[in-house]
C-alpha cells in the first residue's frame, strides 16, 4: 500500500439497525491509501460499543475492533462526536449541524471507497499462520441526506487507544451522512506469508 497524502479520517458512526447485531455505535481512523492502482482506505483503529458486532468484525474479517464507548448526538446546534475508551476521553469531534447541503453524490463516493485491513492469525508459537491484506466496500447505497460544516477534532494520549499518535493539525474537511447500507465480505489481496497478490 502507498500513502499518497498526510490525512486521516476518524468517524463516528451510529448503525441504527445491524442484521444479527442490532443498533450499535463505532468510531475509528481510517488512512486513505492506494493499492494496485486502487484508491482507498486503510482501516488503523475501531471502537465499538457491541461485543458480538466487535468480536464478529475482527474475528472473521479482520475489521482492528476493540471494545470502546463511542457517541453520536446533536446538542445545541453541533453535531458531537466523543470516544471513550474506560472512564477516559480519547476524542471529541464537534460539527455545525445541517450547516450546508453536501452533494449525494460526493456523499456516496465518501463512503463507497475500497477499505483494506490485515488479517493476522497467530500460529500456537506466536509465528504468523495467516497474514494476509484483505479488501472489502459498501455496496447498495442509499444516501438519504448529507451536510458539511465546520469542524472540530480533539484527541487525547492514551496507550491502549493511541489515536492522538496520528495528531491533528488541521480538520480539513467534515460531512454527517445518512444512509441504508450494505457491507461487501471481505476478500483477500495479498499474502504476505507466500509473497503474491491473491
Known amino acids: 500500500m502507498e500513502i499518497d497524502e498526510?490525512?486521516?479520517?476518524?468517524?463516528v458512526m451510529k448503525m441504527g439497525d445491524v442484521s444479527g447485531y442490532g443498533p450499535y455505535t463505532e468510531s475509528g481512523q481510517a488512512i486513505p491509501v492506494s493499492f494496485e492502482g486502487e484508491r482507498g482506505e486503510y482501516l488503523h483503529a475501531m471502537y465499538l460499543d457491541n461485543f458480538p458486532a466487535t468480536?464478529?468484525?475482527r474475528e472473521i474479517s479482520a475489521y482492528p475492533k476493540t471494545i470502546g464507548s463511542p457517541k453520536l448526538f446533536?446538542?445545541?446546534?453541533?453535531?458531537?462526536?466523543?470516544?471513550?475508551y474506560g472512564s477516559q476521553r480519547v476524542a471529541t469531534a464537534t460539527m455545525g449541524y445541517q450547516h450546508h447541503r453536501l452533494?449525494?453524490?460526493?456523499?456516496?463516493?465518501?463512503?463507497?471507497?475500497?477499505?483494506?485491513?490485515?488479517k493476522i492469525i497467530p500460529?500456537?508459537?506466536g509465528s504468523p499462520r495467516v497474514f494476509e491484506l484483505v479488501r472489502t466496500e459498501i455496496t447498495d447505497v442509499?444516501?438519504?441526506?448529507?451536510w458539511?460544516?465546520?469542524?472540530?477534532?480533539?484527541?487525547?494520549?492514551?496507550?491502549l487507544a493511541p489515536l492522538a499518535d496520528l495528531p491533528v493539525l488541521e480538520v480539513v474537511s467534515a460531512s454527517h451522512?445518512?444512509?441504508?447500507?450494505?457491507?461487501?465480505?471481505?476478500?483477500?489481496?495479498?499474502?504476505?506469508?507466500?509473497?503474491?497478490?491473491?
Open 6 to 11: 498526510p490525512l486521516v479520517r476518524f468517524e
Open 55 to 57: 468480536a464478529s468484525g
Open 74 to 84: 446533536a446538542e445545541d446546534g453541533a453535531l458531537v462526536g466523543t470516544l471513550d
Open 103 to 118: 452533494d449525494v453524490r460526493e456523499a456516496e463516493a465518501q463512503i463507497t471507497v475500497p477499505t483494506f485491513m490485515l
Open 123 to 125: 500460529d500456537y508459537d
Open 142 to 146: 442509499v444516501v438519504k441526506d448529507a
Open 148 to 159: 458539511t460544516g465546520p469542524a472540530r477534532l480533539q484527541l487525547f494520549q492514551h496507550v
Open 177 to 198: 451522512i445518512l444512509t441504508d447500507l450494505t457491507l461487501a465480505p471481505v476478500k483477500p489481496v495479498f499474502d504476505y506469508l507466500k509473497g503474491v497478490q491473491s
